[in-house]
């Protein structure tokens, strides 16, 4: 009995040692860019295409007119339809490339940025805008996972390890992790 109770005494001194209140951890503030939500990125989505439909009726309309060629959308094969979609990924694929937003994106103020490189590199891209997008407009009901995941990521962005966030909002965030004995933090003074 005594043993027993020599052995919930050092127990209740090991959790007492690593309580997060106790002066081996400390609290980290810090401020992290705002994620945009699924409204402000429907909007400027909405802009986008509407801007696409005005270039895509102010440069090819004509031309098909003037070549007596078909207009028609209905199915996917014709060329009216290959050149728009071809105008459609590249917008979103060169804006978000070489100004990490489009137009939508840039008048709402919000921007893609990589959850794991500091700038979008071109596989990432292309992932995330052609074939995650694609995924995304085909299966509708999957864009709406934008308003309920932490990040405000859609399914484009789980693939593409990306998220769009607020340019000039921040939000306070802390944490708590080990207190400093004087040292970098760079290392553990410890093995296990």
């Known amino acids: ?48 295409l509407m801007l696409i439909s005005g270039v895509t009726s102010i440069l090819f309309k004509p031309i098909f007119a003037l070549l007596g060629l078909e207009i028609s959308t209905e199915n996917w094969y014709t060329p009216f339809a290959i050149l728009s979609s071809i105008l459609f990924y590249a917008y979103f694929v060169l804006m978000t490339k070489f100004f990490s937003q489009t137009v939508g994106k840039m008048i709402f103020g919000i921007k893609v940025v990589s959850l794991k490189r500091d700038n979008l590199d071109w ?13 995304s407009v085909t299966v509708l009901p999957l864009y709406f996972i934008v308003g309920f995941t932490p990040l405000k990521q859609g399914v484009h962005d789980f693939f593409a390890d990306t998220t769009v966030v607020h340019e000039e909002s921040f939000r306070k965030s802390s944490v708590l992790q080990k207190a400093g004995r004087g040292q970098s933090g760079l290392q553990e003074d410890r093995a296990f």
């Open 1 to 48: 009995m005594e043993n027993n109770t020599s052995q919930n005494q050092a127990l209740a001194d090991e959790k007492e040692t690593v309580r997060p209140d106790s002066r081996q951890f400390e609290k980290v503030e810090f401020y992290e860019r705002k994620p945009a939500g699924f409204w402000v990125r429907f909007w400027a989505y909405l802009i986008d």
């Open 123 to 135: 596989n990432t891209l292309l992932f995330r805008e052609w074939i995650g997008r694609l995924i």
